[in-house]
C-alpha cells in the first residue's frame, strides 16, 4: 500500500539503487558457481587464456579423470553409504525416543530432556579428538584380545558417530512438534486396543511427517558436506574416504600439478546433488531453518 | 487383544538406544576434553600422566596460540559486524519493500549455505588464483597491474578468509531475520508512515526494537559458529598457513593432535570453550532489554 503513494523521482532512484544491490549480491553468489561448472568442461590449455571466456567444447575427460583415476566414483559411493545408513540410524534412533519423552511422564524424563537439550552446545569440533582417541584405544584393545580391530577407518563406525552427534538436534526438533499433537488420538488408539508400539508407529509417526522431512534435509547436507570427523576417523591413506575428503586431497594435489579440469569436476560431483535438492525442496529447506534455528 | 508390552518396558526400549549413543559419543567425549587437558599425552606413549595445570601454564606462554587466539577474535568481530549489518538490511529491504522476485532472491541469497565448507574454498581458490584468477582479473580491467595480489600472502590471508566466511554466512541469517521481520504486522509501519516516519526511522524504531530477542540469540549463534567455521576455512583453504599467519584456535588445537600432544590439545580446546563460553554471557547480558510485545 505505501509504496503505491511514492512516486516522487527520489522514491524511483532509491528503487533503483535497491535492485542494483540487490543484484549485484545475486550475481557474487552466482557467477563464483558457475564458473565452477564452466571450468569443469575446459580443457588444461583453455585455464591459461582469458579466464572469462565460455568453454571451447563439453571436454567430459575432466569427469572422466575425477571420476576413476582420482577416485571420487568410489568416494561418492563411500558418501551415499555414510549418508543413508547415519539417516536411517538417526531416525530409527531418535523419533521413539523424541516421542516417549515429548509423550510420556517417567522418573527421569526430566532429567533426559535437559541433557539432550544441554548437548545442542555440544560442538563436533571440539569432542572430535576425544572421539578419535576412544576409537583408537578401542582397535588396540580389540587387536590384544582379538586380533583384528575395525573401529577406525570404517565407514559404518562413522555413519554411527554421524548419527550420535545429530541426535540433540533431531530430537529438540522433532519432540517439539510431538508436543503438540493433542492426547485424544492416543486414548483412541488404546481404547482400540493397540498397545504402545502400534500406537506410535501407526498413529503418531505418520502426523509428525512434516517435521521429519525437515530433519532429514538438513541432516543430509550436514551428513554429506561434513569432512573434519570424517578426515580424523578415516585417517589411513589407503582405507577409505568420503566424498569431501577425497575433494580435499584431490584440490590439494591438482594445485600443485596444475591440472585444474579435474578439480573442477570434482567440485561440480560434490555440490551438484545438493544443489538439485535444494532447487527441490527449498521451500521446506527455509522454512525448517526457523523452526529449528538453532543449528548454528 | 491384549497389550504386548507394559509401559516402563515400552519407555526403556524407545529411549536406551538414544541415551546410549549420547552418551558413548558425546557425553564422555566432552568430559574426556576437559579431564585429558590435565594429563599429559603423546602419540606414541600409550601411557597418561597427571599434570594439574601444567598444560595451561605452557599454553598461556605459547605465542603461537596467542596468535591463533587473535585471529580468532578478529574473525569474530569483523565477520559478526560484516554479515550482521548486511544481513540485516537486505532482510529488512525484501520484507518491507514491494521487490519483484522476493522469491528468488531469498533463494539465491542461502545457496552458500548448502554447499560443503571444501566445495567453498576450491571456488574461492579459483576467486583468489594470482594468475587468471576471477578477483584479479576483474581488477585487471580499472588498473595495470605489474605484480599480481597475492590473496592467500601473509599480508591478505584473513582479509580472503572474511571474504569468504561473510559470504557463506549471510543467506543463513538473511533468512532468519526475514521470518522474524515478516511476522511484524503491517498495521505499525502503516500508522508510522501516517505520522510521516521515513524508511530509516521506522527501521531503526520499529523493526529492530521488534525483532531483538531474535537479534540477540543470533548473536550468541555468530560468536559459537564463527569460532566453528573459521576452523573449517581455514583448514580447508590454507591450513592455517602462510607461516601460521592465518592460524584458528580450534586450527591450533587440531594441529597440536596431528603433532601427537593430544593432553595439550585438549587444554586448547578447554581455553576455547570457557572464551566462547564467557564471551556469549557478556553478549548476553550487555544486550538485555525489555522484550516489546506487539
Known sequence: ?296 | MKKSIGRSSFILLCVAPAVILFTVFMILPTINVFRMSLFQRGAYSPGETFVGFDNFIYLINDAQFIRSMQNTILLIVVVTLITFCTALVFAAILTRENVKGQNFFRIVFYIPNILSIVVISGIFSAIYKPENGMLNSIIGLFTNMSNPILWKGEKLVMVSIIIAMVWQAVGYYLVMYMASMSSIPESLYESASLEGASRFTQFFQITIPLIWTNIRTTLTFFIISTINMAFLFVKSMTSGGPNGASEVALGYMYSQKDAGLFGYSMAIGVMIFLFSFALSALVNKVTKRDVLEY
Do not use: H
Open chain 1, 1 to 296: 500500500m505505501i509504496s503505491k503513494e511514492r512516486t516522487s523521482s527520489s522514491g524511483k532512484l532509491y528503487k533503483i539503487f535497491i535492485y542494483f544491490v540487490l543484484i549485484l549480491m545475486a550475481l557474487s553468489i552466482l557467477i563464483p558457481v558457475a564458473w565452477v561448472f564452466m571450468a569443469s568442461i575446459k580443457q588444461n590449455v583453455e585455464f591459461y587464456g582469458n579466464p572469462w571466456r565460455l568453454p571451447a567444447s563439453f571436454y567430459l575427460e575432466n569427469f572422466r579423470a575425477a571420476w576413476t583415476t582420482a577416485k571420487m566414483g568410489e568416494y561418492m559411493l563411500n558418501s551415499v553409504y555414510v549418508t543413508t545408513l547415519a539417516i536411517t540410524i538417526l531416525l530409527v534412533v531418535a523419533l521413539p525416543a523424541s516421542y516417549v519423552l515429548a509423550r510420556f511422564k517417567f522418573r527421569g524424563a526430566k532429567f533426559l530432556n535437559t541433557a539432550f537439550m544441554a548437548g545442542l552446545f555440544i560442538n563436533v569440533n571440539y569432542i572430535v579428538v576425544p572421539i578419535f582417541l576412544m576409537l583408537k584405544d578401542g582397535d588396540q584393545f580389540l587387536k590384544k584380545t582379538f586380533g583384528s580391530f575395525f573401529l577406525m577407518n570404517n565407514l559404518t563406525v562413522l555413519a554411527v558417530v554421524y548419527a550420535a552427534t545429530a541426535l540433540p538436534f533431531t530430537i529438540y526438533l522433532i519432540s517439539s512438534y510431538f508436543v503438540t499433537i493433542p492426547k485424544d488420538f492416543e486414548e483412541a488408539a488404546y481404547i482400540d486396543g493397540a498397545g504402545y508400539g502400534r500406537t506410535m508407529i501407526q498413529i503418531i509417526f505418520p502426523m509428525a511427517k512434516p517435521s521429519i522431512i525437515t530433519v532429514v534435509l538438513f541432516n543430509f547436507l550436514s551428513f554429506w558436506n561434513e569432512y573434519i570427523i570424517s578426515m580424523t576417523l578415516m585417517s589411513s591413506a589407503k582405507g577409505p574416504k568420503t566424498l569431501p575428503v577425497g575433494l580435499l586431497n584431490l584440490m590439494q594435489a591438482q594445485q600443485s600439478a596444475a591440472n585444474y579440469g579435474p578439480m573442477y569436476a570434482g567440485l561440480v560431483l560434490v555440490m551438484l546433488p545438493t544443489l538439485i535438492l535444494y532447487v527441490c525442496v527449498q521451500k521446506n529447506l527455509t522454512k525448517g531453518m526457523t523452526v529449528g534455528g538453532l543449528k548454528g
